[in-house]
């Protein structure tokens, strides 16, 4: 597109951008298109995007903003940023909601339209900040949005609701202005999304064109902006939310297992998009059924797992709650099992649609006797295909369930992901038996609880001749199988599930360390902090401080080093999205005094909140 004026562009090295809106105003939707558009251009990416927990919340209200945040870069990053470097906001609760995290400065696309006294008072705003002073310390572009989206799509003939509904693309075309981003996949995206209703499709591409000639026109926005291609890894890459990467991790796995999967699920948020997502995979081995409620689906998913298939499930935090018992049968039973868990705030309903990691304890302690499972956690949401692969590698390799826990942030949030090479994903191997496994010619029969060095059961096919066996929720005897209230008996079995989940330590890897492999202060934490605690820790040793990083993706059991690396540090710093729970597992099994970061407010940590503390202990081991 020829400029209709020559503005000066500047070369950035990343930027953060916030998009910011009611519900209905489609900010989810031009925030990962914006993304997209970034991504296509080869700048590294992370999001963020942040939903209303009320579904139809007043619109103008606080309760129903709903934000979406990306920052792109020329060089590797690991979180969606910080502070906001711009922000749109398209009413004044939105404004008001995000305005605490543009940094000074920054630049605040405002749609004045939207700022009558109606809507000032559905913000609980005592003065128009348009008007007050009180957005003096930033650069203000302040346009009737509304007014020109309806101008730009007037040919469309619309109605004044469905014009409206266009403006959103009004203010994606003028970001795509300001910072260099490219008109034609997204106008590529409208025709595909919308060409069934043409008057939409053009009304919809007249105002992304509108919006990005009114930022070449205007003389509110001298400037323009440009981010640089990222240097990455050579390869094939594609934009992929963790949700997305659960769902493919889970199918690579069933098909290199060689194995049918059975996915049952009921809906919840934020783990309802991985049933959504496979349910479009029908042309590999995988069924999906969504059952009447969560204790239905872990019986199904137990049920898979019985009759020789890949059971798997997926919730939050209160459907685990409901789900314990299952999880509890098939620790009984040893059936490969993986149940996910994308963590969101609690207790209760909680924060349905905000992030939290407060389900640790739950998953290593959350159900009755002595009951242990495997426990797995991506640590971004490329890593969510990876650890997917494994939880069921681990589960059949083990005879156990394996509890994925994923977190909101990482669920949403998106970045490239570099495709793997079939050749060097783990190949999955299933034995099951065919025939007896003791006795002699003339009385052979077969053990459905004898083990190997591992002390893993067969998997017995049910239907099998010769193989016929009892498993169940009452305690089995030894080997054999079955049903015993023999004292000694019961406490042999125990520990025996317990020393099978500590073998899995000898097919993990060892935990790595970022960093000096000794010195002042050791940064670890699991799940979706690794990208604020890695780009912390970066900061941090580029002043010169002795500080490195270790991230746990296995936690129970634990990498077989973890002892060793945590006592060749001074101090030990745990950040974590919840009360200090792995901060309290750690202390009680490797008795460091470690120090816990914590936060619980629906939100990842900043990498600045990080930053602080490590400075804080830094200077106190000097």
């Given at each position: ?167 959103n693309f009004f203010a994606l075309g003028l970001v795509f202005w300001l910072y260099e981003r490219p008109l034609a996949p997204t106008l590529k995206w409208i025709v595909e999304k919308f060409g069934k209703k043409e ?424």
């Open positions: 597109m020829t400029p209709l004026m020559d503005k000066p562009l500047v070369e950035l090295e990343q930027a953060t951008i916030g998009f910011c809106g009611d519900s209905g105003d489609g900010m989810q939707l031009i925030g990962t298109e914006f993304a997209s558009a970034s991504a296509n251009l080869g700048n590294d990416i992370s999001t963020f995007p942040d939903f209303p927990a009320e579904i139809r919340a007043p619109i103008g209200t606080l309760a129903g903003v709903s934000g979406f945040q990306v920052q792109f870069s020329s060089t590797e990053i690991f979180t969606p940023g910080d502070r906001l470097n711009a922000l749109v906001a398209m009413n004044p609760a939105a404004l008001k909601t995000r305005l605490k995290d543009v940094e000074p400065g920054g630049i605040l696309v405002i749609n004045k339209d939207a700022f009558g006294a109606g809507d000032l008072r559905k913000a609980n705003c005592i003065s128009n900040p348009l008007e007050d002073g009180s957005l003096a310390g930033y650069r203000v572009i302040s346009i009737p949005l509304t007014a020109l989206n309806r101008e730009a799509v007037a040919t469309q003939k619309l109605g004044t609701r469905d014009a409206d509904r266009c403006k008057s939409v499709m053009l009304a919809n591409s007249a105002a992304l064109k509108a919006g990005y000639n009114y930022g070449e026109t205007t003389e509110l926005m001298p400037v323009h902006y440009h981010v640089a291609k990222a240097v990455l890894p050579p390869g094939k890459y594609r934009k992929i939310t963790g949700n997305e990467a659960l769902a493919l991790g889970l199918v690579t796995a069933a098909v290199q297992a060689d194995t049918q999967m059975l996915f049952a699920g009921y809906p919840i948020t934020p783990a309802s998009d991985i049933l959504h997502q496979l349910i479009g995979m029908k042309h590999y081995p995988v069924s999906c059924i969504q059952a009447e409620d969560e204790i239905a689906a872990i019986g199904m998913a137990i049920g898979a797992a019985f009759g020789g298939c890949l059971g798997v499930t997926a919730t939050s935090g209160p459907g685990i709650c409901l789900k314990s018992e299952g999880i509890g049968l098939a620790v009984m039973t040893e059936l490969p099992l993986v149940v996910i868990d994308v963590q969101r705030g609690g207790p209760s309903t909680g924060l349905p649609t905000k992030t939290e990691q407060a389900d640790l304890l739950q998953a290593m302690y959350g159900r009755n006797g002595e009951c242990p499972v495997c426990i797995v956690a991506p640590c971004s949401p490329g890593d969510c295909f990876t650890m997917a692969v494994e939880a069921v590698r681990l589960a059949v390799g083990h005879m156990t369930p394996v509890l994925l826990l994923s977190d909101g942030y990482l669920a949403n949030g998106a970045e490239p992901w570099l495709l793997p090479d079939p050749a060097q994903l783990p190949k999955i191997e299933i034995h099951h038996p065919t025939g007896p496994n003791a006795g002699s010619n003339g009385d052979a029969h077969f053990l459905p609880y004898k083990r190997d060095d591992q002390l893993v059961r067969p998997w017995a096919v049910p239907g099998t001749p010769g193989l016929e066996h009892r498993i169940g929720g009452i305690e089995k005897e030894q080997t054999t199988g079955n049903v015993s209230y023999d004292p000694e008996n019961h406490e042999r079995m125990v520990k025996c599930r317990a020393q099978k989940i500590a073998n899995i330590a000898n097919d993990i890897p060892l935990l790595e360390v970022s960093g000096p492999t000794e010195g002042d202060l050791l940064v670890i934490g699991w799940g979706g902090t690794y990208g604020s605690i890695a780009t912390a820790v970066q900061r941090a040793q580029r002043k010169g401080l002795s500080v490195a990083q270790a991230h746990l993706r296995y936690l129970n059991p634990m990498p077989r080093n973890i002892e060793k690396v945590l006592k060749s540090y001074k101090k030990v710093l745990i950040p974590e999205l919840n009360g200090g729970q792995l901060a309290h597992l750690l202390r009680a099994a490797f008795l460091v005094d470690a120090v816990s970061l914590t936060k619980v407010q629906g939100r990842p940590f900043q990498v600045s909140d990080i930053e602080t503390k490590i400075e804080e202990l830094t200077r106190t081991t000097l």
